[in-house]
């Protein structure tokens, strides 16, 4: 009985250390993304948001034809084929849902334009996003599908 009794309390202590572990890494990936989305330009969040949210307002601000890949297209192979997306294919895009954590996502900034990034690093896949200012508001003017990628 006192075997089983240190048996006991040994794993509900590995457990509740597990626990924190996980909980201190998402609290981490949320903190970076969270200082990713304050270094982007002051208005691109609310578009980003209003863009996943409203699919008037999502149609209106893609500039098809949209250069990019369909997904599992193999894009890191020798000859990818590239796509245009056509207003009539287009699917609603919707916010990431991370609850999983399987997923980060990063930004870049280069110019006028903001270049995001998917990636599940255990399947060693991602999808790219790039939207561009024109004019006063922001537009997708590049899709790849989630994709199969090498990366270091």
């Known amino acids: 009985m006192n075997i ?4 006991l309390i040994v794993a509900a202590l590995v457990l509740t250390s597990c ?3 996980s909980s201190e890494q998402t609290a981490d990936a949320a ?6 989305e304050d270094s982007l330009p002051a ?18 601000h893609i500039t ?4 990019g890949y369909l997904p599992n297209v193999a894009v ?18 919707r916010p990431i849902n991370n609850d999983s954590g399987d997923f980060r996502q990063e930004y870049e900034t280069l110019n006028n334009m903001v270049v995001e990034y998917i990636i599940n690093d255990d399947e060693k896949m991602a999808m790219e996003r790039r939207f561009t200012k024109l004019g006063k508001d922001w537009y997708l003017i590049y899709y790849m599908g989630m ?4 990366y270091e």
Not at 4 to 7: R, T
Not at 76 to 93: F, L, N
């Open 4 to 7: 089983l009794l240190k048996f």
């Open 19 to 21: 626990k924190n572990n």
């Open 31 to 36: 903190a970076a993304v969270q200082q990713e």
């Open 43 to 60: 208005d691109f969040m609310n578009f980003y948001m209003r863009f996943h949210t409203d699919s008037l307002y999502q149609m209106a």
């Open 64 to 67: 098809f034809p949209v250069e």
């Open 76 to 93: 890191d192979s020798v000859a990818p084929q590239a796509h245009q997306w056509q207003r009539e294919e287009w699917r609603m895009h």
């Open 147 to 150: 994709n199969r990628v090498s």
